[in-house]
């Protein structure tokens, strides 16, 4: 078992910049596909980062070039750097995490098994 906790989520202005962070327990990060993705009211969960057991990175489209995804092994966490934040993308941000995945199929939030509970992102205009 794999327990993925999320934090940092908050209140931001347009432009603004936060971090999320997962810290995962139970198993290591290095081990497995790790990914982020985003909910808001009314929508579906969309994928917006992942990175690789052999650190291949992965974006969004929506998310290229403003949003960051990296590891720690050492601190078996993930995290998400968030620049010029706009406000759409304001959501429910949440950690995933799979070992088993076939290429490319971590834009897919079924292909995941563990999952955090979220940190809401607000991003004000």
């Known amino acids: 078992q794999m327990q993925l906790v999320e934090s940092g989520g908050g209140l931001v202005q347009t432009g603004g910049s936060l971090r999320v962070s997962c810290v995962a327990s139970g198993r290591t990060v290095s081990s497995y596909v790790m990914g982020w993705f985003r909910q808001s009211p009314g929508k579906e969960r969309e994928f917006v980062a992942a990175i690789t057991w052999s650190g291949g990175i992965y974006y969004a489209d929506s998310v290229k070039g403003r949003f960051t995804i990296s590891r720690d092994d050492a601190k078996n966490t993930v995290y998400l750097q968030m620049k010029n934040l706009k406000p759409e993308d304001t959501a429910v941000y949440y950690c995933?995490?799979?070992?088993?995945?076939?290429?490319?199929?971590?834009?897919?939030?079924?292909?995941?098994?563990?999952w955090g509970q979220g940190t809401q992102v607000t991003v004000s205009s």
């Open positions: 995933a995490a799979d070992r088993d995945m076939y290429t490319g199929s971590w834009y897919y939030s079924a292909k995941y098994d563990y």
